[in-house]
């Protein structure tokens, strides 16, 4: 009886992560992408229209569309690490 | 889609068999160039109608007639035969993240997009848009084929960019009907197919790349480094063709341009990343394949990208016509 019910556990594990969780990802030479659930507001708090599910941040400073990512760091060749770099721990 | 008139021997053998009741029939052999005959193409391009919308006035049970799969496969085998004899086989070694956008960066042909951007009449953006129709509205549907063939990771990317392609669960949201309202807003026929009879080989033969990737389990690698392509390759163009209808004043026929910039930003990542890296990853055997996929996608885009160009520097239209004396007018 205990393997249905691990089971069960595991689903509602998964549910929550892809419902309730929002997940970041720095992506490598990219931008940032986030997927939901979110909310993007404006510095003074009100809201800015994602219009998609996922959005991607951008994160070399050339786009056009800022905060949202137009793919100019192609052209750029902006660098960067698909994860965490630099940081110190102290 | 309603039936176009044939080009040649292969589109007018296949058109005049399938307004009849499926049958047997033998197939001749597929004369003309496989990358971008405009009569080997339409024909190809028929065939695999079959599997997409279907033909208006053609029974359905054309599309598993053995004959009709033996006339495609024919044509198929010099299409894949040619582009493979063009492309480099490439050795299975390396990040194939850093390999795809090496890619990207090698395709030299002249930009289509900055032309587009600053130069085109509104004239040749509406020509633009009518070659694009043959594949903007079933945009994504050739990539879908590949869902079933794939598991884990690369399955997961792909359906997360595919839902978005599809509007999310918002209909008037599809990509295929953003295109269709930019063909309203340019005052084209927005009906599937309308444009078949104008659109040239080399057109179709972008079209018909995909569909055969898609459609062949075989190839699902070279799907994915299609898609891959496809994706990194679209932000920034796209920003340049809106970029053309505002100076020409289109400015209403911008949106499906303007969703791009920002969706394929986004798609690019999952695309490359997490679906073509994760593939390469699981199944290390495809990655030939995936690079093959790419490959082929620059290779038939710069041949489409040469013939607009080539056609409006001689002040000519880019459609196809069978009569040269008789100019197009959209």
């Known amino acids: 009886m205990s393997r249905p019910s691990a089971r069960f556990e595991l689903g509602a594990r998964r549910e929550l992560i892809t419902v309730d969780e929002c997940r970041i990802t720095p992506y490598r030479d990219g931008p940032l992408l986030v997927r939901g659930p979110f909310k993007l507001t404006d510095q003074d708090g009100n809201e800015i229209d994602a219009r998609r599910e996922t959005i991607a941040l951008c994160r070399c400073g050339h786009s056009k569309i800022r905060p949202f990512c137009d793919g100019s760091h192609t052209t750029t060749k902006f660098r960067a690490a698909g994860g965490s770099e630099g940081r110190r721990r102290t | ?330």
């Not at chain 2, 496809?230 to 020409?248: D, G, H, Q, V, W």
């Not at chain 2, 341009?257 to 990542?269: G, K, L, R, S």
């Not at chain 2, 093959?292 to 520097?313: C, E, P, Q, T």
């Open chain 2, 1 to 330: 889609m309603s039936l176009p008139d044939p080009r040649g021997p292969l589109s007018r053998h296949l058109l005049e068999h399938f307004v009849q009741s499926p049958h047997e029939f033998s197939s001749p052999s597929p004369e003309g160039d496989p990358l971008g005959s405009d009569d080997f193409h339409l024909a190809l391009y028929l065939c695999y109608e079959l599997h997409y919308r279907g033909l208006t006035g053609v029974s359905e049970a054309w599309e598993w007639n053995p004959s009709q799969i033996a006339f495609r496969q024919s044509l198929e085998v010099r299409f894949e035969d040619a582009l493979r004899s063009r492309i480099p086989v490439e050795s299975s070694n390396g990040d194939i993240a850093t390999r795809l956008r090496a890619v990207t960066e090698t395709d030299s042909h002249p930009s289509l997009a900055d032309y587009m951007r600053f130069k085109s009449t509104i004239e040749q953006f509406k020509e633009f848009v009518v070659h694009r129709s043959a594949y903007q509205l079933k945009e994504a549907d050739p990539h879908s084929w590949v869902i079933p063939r794939l598991s884990g990771r690369a399955k997961a990317a792909l359906v997360e960019i595919q839902a978005d392609e599809y509007g999310s669960g918002s209909a008037e949201r599809i990509h295929a009907r953003l295109f269709a309202n930019t063909m309203d807003a340019l005052e084209l026929d927005s009906d599937y197919g309308a444009y078949v009879d104008v659109i040239p080989g080399v057109s179709l033969a972008t079209v018909n790349l995909m569909s055969m990737f898609g459609l062949n389990r075989r190839l699902r690698g070279a799907t994915v480094g299609h898609l891959a392509v496809f994706e990194m390759t679209s932000s920034i163009p796209n920003r340049k063709y809106a970029s053309a209808l505002r100076r020409l004043g289109a400015n209403g026929a911008t949106d499906f341009f303007d969703e791009h910039v920002e969706a394929d930003a986004v798609h690019e990542m999952i695309a490359l990343h997490d679906m073509a890296a994760a593939l390469a990853e699981d199944e290390p055997a495809l990655t030939g394949d995936i690079l093959f996929g790419a490959r082929a996608l620059v290779d038939l885009d710069a041949a489409f990208a040469s013939h607009l160009m080539s056609s409006w520097a001689a002040e000519q239209s880019s459609l196809y016509t069978s009569d040269a004396s008789a100019p197009l007018s959209l």
